[in-house]
């Protein structure tokens, strides 16, 4: 049991993380540009995340106006969903780890029941 409090140690902190990175992703999308907003308005969660990851491309132009905001814009979209989907994969890893203690400890669990109901009665 002690393996199983580990990995919900480790799973909280981590989900809070992500709902933060939701919220600051979501935060600067209501800010942003209505054209970039238009654009990423049909798109599930998961659609999204994706799509704002490449939203930050490798063009480092020092444009200014207009442009520069957008370019910073979309890096500031990019660098959150980065991280909700590192933050996505902790989880699904911590939850698949947890899955497997689980099923390991029922079925020890009923292998000694089993064990229990086989045995002579002492009477």
Not at 53 to 80: C, H, M
Request: with cysteine; charged share 25%.
């Amino acid at each position: 049991m002690q393996i199983a409090r580990m990995y919900k140690l480790a799973k909280g902190p981590a989900v809070k993380a992500r709902t933060q990175a939701i919220n600051q992703l979501k935060a600067v999308l209501v800010s942003a540009d209505p054209n970039l907003r238009k654009e990423l308005a049909g798109l599930n969660d998961a659609e999204l995340f994706r799509t704002c990851v490449r939203l930050a491309d490798d063009n480092k132009s020092d444009g200014n106006g207009v442009e520069a905001v957008l370019q910073a814009t979309r890096i500031t979209l990019s660098l959150p969903a980065q991280r909700i989907g590192q933050l996505t994969e902790q989880i699904q890893d911590l939850e698949g780890r947890l899955a497997w203690l689980a099923e390991r400890h029922a079925r020890s669990c009923s292998l000694w029941w089993a064990s229990v109901r086989t045995r002579p009665s002492l009477c």
